[in-house]
């Protein structure tokens, strides 16, 4: 196994207690030399050349007041649209089907289309602004009702999905379920006031801004002036708990009263969001939100997480996925993937919280063992493709590239610049990249800037083409000398395909000492002849 290199910066800087764990240490005979070498392997899109000040201008805006009945699975809304400057003043808009929206905006006109999308459940409408206008009121309403369906029991675990559901159990709406007009691809911005029955809760992203229970009905509010590519509604009889006095809110919201688990969680939520701002720049959002479902789900949404409610009671997710989707709020929901360039979150998120907090305990190299060898199981010839063409997980295979090659990718990449570079790093694209979207090329500029060197070779080879080297040692042997030994070998890439430029990691025990003799060794070729030098352990005179 390659050592740990220093958790200092990684954990003890940032609120962990860092574990310096020893190198696995091999027995042998200097007959039987051993090397031990392992490699380490494995939306809506804005133009990144937009300026911030022009996102501004792009996004529109949605000042929506709805009220639910989940009782009988239904909604009304009112949704006062202002667009961006320069917006064209006809266009398309997208409605999940039988919502019958309207404008008492004598400034707009609004028809349904013949030429429906290809779903079932959308309809879409076609609308024209008078000139000089882009602000219009648009009203609607009817019911949205999908039941959970299997996502695929192979891979999904159980898991299920809804497009969009309004029921008694509680209230699930996202983008995907078209509950507000879909105008463009453009980010947005919002204003959400909700009115439903008491004793019932609303989420949403954001801060709240409303929360009041009038006429036995219940008032909520929510707004975000941060950038966002969908807006989600979530209400169910929820019992809240909340932790004030810092910039950030913690908050906690249970199907039923557990004050010890919430606790739990609001404790956590310190925890982590602390050391994520430390690590990486200040957290994005005003809150941050445990809200459990009533099915089993792992979402993560800007400022919030859906978890299932057997999920959330595992002791085992509040150091494991929750840090995950707290991390999320920078890498995914406040730096946003590049449509079409490869989704770099999920494989970053999964190297800053799930392999991180394993290796603050020293468990580091076992969690990297454990994804190479997903990866050796899942990914054949047939299913392997270039991390640049990775969207989302869907099946085992897809979860070893996408999350597991790119965490060994970034593991690579810190290796070779240093723990101080790379969260310089980390922290450069952050600030530089907040609220918009970005790519591979993207961070490859930014640990650029901040290293000196030209890291072109490394993303190339491992983002845009598929596989991962084969080695191939042969000819080891080793010749004892005066000072110490002499080893040889033949290390070969036996991969098809163009050889890599590979850091490889050496490790040579030697029978009697305790420590191993470790070094890396570059490579270029599909060949190199190996040649290491080890002295001989010196015996102080009281032990000959």
């Known amino acids: 196994m390659p050592t740990e290199f220093n958790l200092s910066v990684f954990g003890a800087r940032y609120g962990q207690k860092s574990k310096m764990p020893k190198a696995k240490m091999i027995r042998q005979n200097t007959k039987h030399l051993l090397i031990a070498l392992v490699i380490l392997v494995a939306q809506t899109v804005l133009p990144l050349s937009l300026r911030a000040e022009n996102l501004d ?32 003043s006809e266009f398309q808009f997208l409605l999940h089907e039988g919502l019958r929206p309207d ?43 999908h039941p959970l369906q299997d996502r695929g029991k192979v891979y999904a675990r159980g898991i299920r999905q809804t497009m969009g559901i309004i029921s008694e159990e509680g209230v699930y ?40 229970l009038k006429k036995k009905m219940q008032h909520v509010g929510w707004e975000t002036a941060a950038p966002q590519a969908e807006i989600y509604l979530i209400a169910a009889k929820f019992t809240e708990y909340t ?33 994520y701002e430390k690590l990486i720049g200040p957290y994005p959002y005003q809150k941050f939100a445990l809200v459990e479902n009533f099915w089993e789900t792992g979402f993560g949404m800007p400022s919030f997480t859906l978890l299932g409610p057997k999920v959330i009671r ?14 999320h709020n920078w890498w995914g929901n406040s730096v946003f993937p590049e449509s079409g360039k490869g989704n770099w979150t999920e494989g970053l998120t999964a190297y800053l919280a799930d392999h991180l907090i394993k ?19 899942y990914v054949s010839k047939t299913k392997d493709f270039p991390l640049a063409l990775f969207r989302a997980r869907h099946s085992s295979s897809t979860e070893a590239v996408g999350y597991g090659k790119s965490l060994m990718f970034f593991h690579m990449l810190r290796l070779g610049l240093s723990d101080e570079i790379f969260i310089r790093g980390l922290q450069d694209f952050y600030a530089k990249n907040r609220f918009r979207f970005a790519s591979f090329n993207n961070l490859q500029r930014n640990f650029e800037y901040v290293s000196g060197k030209n890291l ?35 290390l070969e890439q036996v991969q098809p395909g163009k050889a890599y430029q590979l850091r490889i990691p050496v490790a040579v ?36």
């Open 57 to 88: 201008n792009r996004r529109v805006h949605h000042d929506l007041m709805v009220e639910l009945d989940p009782n009988a699975q239904r909604f009304r809304a009112e949704d006062t649209v202002t667009l961006p400057e320069g917006h064209p």
């Open 103 to 145: 404008s008492p905006s004598r400034e707009v006109r609004v028809t349904r289309q013949t030429r429906q999308p290809e779903s079932p459940f959308l309809e879409s409408f076609h609308a024209k602004l008078a000139p000089g206008h882009r602000t219009f009121v648009l009203r609607y309403g009817g019911r949205i009702y």
């Open 173 to 212: 709406l996202s983008g995907s379920s078209f509950w507000y007009p879909r105008i463009n691809e453009d980010l947005i911005t919002f204003n959400l006031q909700v009115k439903l029955p008491a004793g019932w809760e609303v989420v949403s992203q954001g801060k709240r801004t409303q929360h009041v």
């Open 243 to 275: 932790r004030t006095g810092g910039r950030v809110a913690a908050m906690v919201f249970l199907r039923t009263p557990e004050e010890k688990l919430a606790n739990k969680y609001l404790d956590a939520t310190g925890q982590y969001l602390s050391m």
């Open 314 to 327: 595992f002791p085992f997710i509040l150091h494991s996925s929750y840090p995950h989707e707290i991390l």
């Open 359 to 377: 290796e603050q305990s020293g468990r580091g190299p076992a969690y990297r063992q454990a994804t190479l060898q997903k990866y050796t199981d």
């Open 456 to 490: 072109e070779k490394e993303f190339n080879q491992w983002i845009t083409q598929p596989g991962a080297p084969k080695l191939k040692v042969s000819r080891a042997a080793a010749r004892s000398e005066k000072s110490g030994y002499r080893l040889t070998a033949l």
């Open 509 to 544: 025990t030697l029978e009697g000492q305790p420590r191993s003799h470790q070094i890396f060794v570059n490579m270029e070729t599909r060949r190199l002849e190996l040649k290491i030098k080890v002295r001989k352990k010196k015996v102080p005179k009281e032990e000959k």
